[in-house]
């Protein structure tokens, strides 16, 4: 049974267009993410949801809208793509209290081309 | 967040024992201590996490000082698949919206 699963796996892309990504998880976890990984291989987190509700919304542009229908799922809308969005993004899950938070799960990573 | 300072990369043979250090002078009281590895074109992994002194488990060993101002992972009798980037984390992930701060990482390259 696959953790965390994201769709798609790669997304080419031209400038302007909007795109979704999805991603669900089935731990149970109250709390997801996603981060953004560059060309250089920097992993930075984006969003993260806790029950559904935004807790963190790193400096991101608004282009960039995550969505949470319910606790399993969190997708990622952009809007107007710009060839900078080019990189991979990961989901990630994880329980919210203790140190079990720590234990994030990833997602197997969306590679996005913007062309 | 407390800064983390690791080496950029390192070499090992199969079957030795490769230990990978992790500087973090400015770590705060309630800060944990976690590792995570990622292989190429894959999300990160949890390897281990800890506190204080030593942890252990199937995959790995944590050693960390009295003073916490550092810490190494440990992992036994390296193989082939065990290349891959080790990221070193520190910080308060209640106050930080629950949020890793994953730096360079260290690259680690085993050949037979």
């Known amino acids: 049974d696959t953790a965390v699963s994201q769709t798609p796996k790669y997304l080419v892309t031209q400038m302007g267009n909007d795109k979704s990504i999805k991603c669900e998880q089935n731990l149970g976890h109250d709390t997801m993410y996603w981060y953004k990984q560059d060309s250089k291989k920097f992993l930075k987190i984006m969003f993260s949801?806790?029950?559904?509700?935004?807790?963190i919304n790193e400096t991101v542009p608004n282009r960039f809208s995550p969505k949470s229908p319910d606790k399993a799922h969190l997708n990622l809308h952009i809007n107007s793509l710009e060839l900078g969005d080019s990189a991979v993004y990961f989901c990630?899950?994880?329980?919210?209290?203790?140190?079990?938070?720590?234990?994030?799960?990833f997602g197997p990573g969306t590679r996005l081309t913007v062309t | 967040l407390a800064k983390t300072t690791q080496p950029i990369s390192m070499d090992s043979y199969e079957g030795q024992e490769v230990n990978i250090t992790c500087s973090h002078n400015?770590?705060?009281?309630?800060?944990?201590i976690t590792w995570y590895q990622q292989f190429p074109s894959q999300g990160p992994r949890f390897i281990i996490q800890?506190?204080?002194t030593k942890v252990t488990n199937e995959v790995a060993s944590l050693f960390i000082p009295a003073d916490r101002k550092s810490s190494t992972l440990s992992l036994p009798r390296v193989s082939l698949s065990d290349t891959a980037v080790y990221y070193c984390?520190?910080?308060?992930?209640?106050?930080?919206?629950?949020?890793?701060?994953f730096g360079k990482g260290t690259s680690l390259l085993v050949t037979p």
């Open positions: 400015n770590i705060a009281t309630n800060d944990y």
């Open positions: 984390l520190v910080g308060d992930i209640s106050h930080s919206g629950y949020a890793l701060n």
């Open positions: 949801y806790n029950n559904k509700e935004l807790i």
């Open positions: 990630a899950s994880s329980p919210t209290s203790g140190v079990r938070a720590y234990e994030q799960y």
């Open positions: 800890g506190y204080k």
